[in-house]
């Protein structure tokens, strides 16, 4: 065990009882796993698999660790490599979370983007990667959390006997996600002994196989999900699945909206993962005729994924919101101005603060706005570069001496040709109603309303 001031605080995470939640009869707990360093469960395991390669001699001093990760893992691999000194490669699927990406970077770490549509077996598949980056790279260990029993050990000998004295040995279910399964397998091997009469409730976002493999012991194709770190395509090689009871199968809507919920109502900022436990831990309370003690986590820390599970706007481009349907073309619209979700400029901005705004919001066009709704202009990046090529003085310049004014505009009932016909000229497309500016269309808006429909 590392006597590192900060590795040692990993574990001993303190256990709240949900408040505001229906838990129907049941009463429900949460684990705050992201008290932890790193900010996840996954620290855990990272102390555990590297300290273990220590004792072993499989890695080195100044050698380089080298993992697939949905993210977390790797976050708590990067501290402890930090904390003892080792390099590190993580090879990580592009769903991940911006937020988790920026991270690692941050902390050093060479971080190995590969494709999160391929399954198992491909050759960017990104444990296959992994792997062989580590074959190619002297002086490395390949962590392999799937197939690394230091990885199930660190919930059997830590988190498993915290959960018990801290719950005063009266527990009657855990819900616990599987991604690695080390979480389950350790605790299932902890309290098979000490608790046998407790029960495993498996959540599961929908889509993974796992919970068809619990209820009928075979599978088909996964599916696809956007919770991270949670889910699998294929049975985990460390799996025990002896003690799981029940499986739930959780959507991503009800996944980070519970996620979003327990900010709301707990006061508690929680990841997608998250989300589903306590989804699932949810239903299963609700399920119950007679009062049970049920234990779940919080993964890790929702600051993670601000531009995601709690932004707004990314839940309507995934179609996880939903608007008011007014079958014209307002339905297109996914930044309603009405809303205040319109980025826009006043006439008086200069162009740097103009630009400034564009790059914090990631668009390359805004509408500018005259009191509270009425569309003067359009200025956008070509507008701002042609103005600056001309004299990089003219940044202090007004926005109204250089946006577009000549604008071609559409009523939320005029047809879709029409639309097109704008974009054909590689125009933005604002929608207009009397004086008032309801919002502008972008292809990308068109393109994500179809696929959502």
Not at 231 to 248: C, T
Request: net charge negative; hydrophobic share 40%; proline share 5%.
């Amino acid at each position: 065990m590392s006597f590192d001031p900060v590795l040692t605080l990993i574990g001993n995470t303190p256990v709240v009882r949900i408040q505001s939640l229906d838990t129907g009869l049941c009463e429900l707990y949460v684990k705050l796993e992201n008290q932890n360093p790193g900010g996840s469960i996954k620290d855990r395991i990272a102390l555990s698999m590297i300290e273990a390669a220590e004792r072993s001699g499989e890695l080195q001093p100044g050698g380089t660790i080298i993992e697939a990760t949905a993210g977390n893992t790797g976050l708590g691999l990067a501290l402890v490599a930090i904390r003892k000194g080792y390099k590190i490669k993580l090879v990580v699927p592009d769903k991940m979370s911006t937020e988790k990406i920026q991270q690692l970077k941050a902390m050093g770490v060479e971080v190995l983007l590969t494709r999160s549509d391929v399954n198992k077996g491909h050759p960017l598949y990104y444990q296959d990667y992994a792997r062989r980056i580590a074959d190619e790279t002297p002086g490395s260990y390949y962590i392999d959390q799937f197939n690394n029993p230091a990885n199930p050990l660190a919930h059997q000998t830590g988190t498993g006997p915290e959960i018990w004295q801290q719950m005063e040995h009266r527990l009657d279910a855990i819900a616990v996600g599987v991604g690695s399964s080390g979480t389950l397998s350790g605790l299932s091997a902890y309290f098979s002994t000490t608790a046998p009469e407790l029960e495993f409730v498996l959540a599961d976002p929908q889509g993974s196989i796992l919970a068809d493999y619990v209820e009928t012991g075979s599978y088909g194709n996964a599916g696809s999900w956007r919770v991270e770190g949670i889910g699998e395509d294929f049975i985990p090689p460390l799996a025990d699945f002896s003690m799981v009871k029940s499986a739930y199968r959780i959507s991503d809507e009800e996944s980070l909206f519970t996620a979003r919920a327990l900010l709301e109502k707990e006061g508690l900022l929680a990841g997608s993962s998250s989300g589903t436990l306590v989804a699932a831990a949810l239903r299963y309370c609700r399920a119950q005729t007679e009062p049970k003690r049920v234990l779940t986590f919080i993964c890790d820390s929702g600051n993670k994924y601000l531009s995601k599970q709690f932004n707004d706007n990314w839940l309507v481009d995934q179609g996880l919101l939903q608007q008011p349907q007014h079958d014209n073309l307002t339905d297109l619209i996914t930044r309603p101005h009405q809303r205040g979700a319109t980025v826009f400029a006043r006439q008086e901005d200069t162009l740097a603060d103009a630009y400034q705004k564009m790059r914090r919001h990631d668009i390359s066009q805004m509408p500018v706005i005259e009191g509270n709704a009425q569309l003067v202009g359009i200025i956008d990046e070509w507008d701002i570069l042609l103005a600056l090529r001309a004299d990089k003085a003219n940044f202090t310049q007004p926005v109204r001496q250089v946006m577009s004014k000549d604008l071609v505009t559409l009523h939320p009932h005029d047809p879709l040709e029409n639309l097109l016909g704008i974009f054909r000229e590689n125009k933005v497309a604002p929608v207009i109603d009397g004086d008032n500016f309801l919002g502008l269309i972008t292809q990308t808006d068109v393109i994500n309303y179809w696929q959502r429909h």
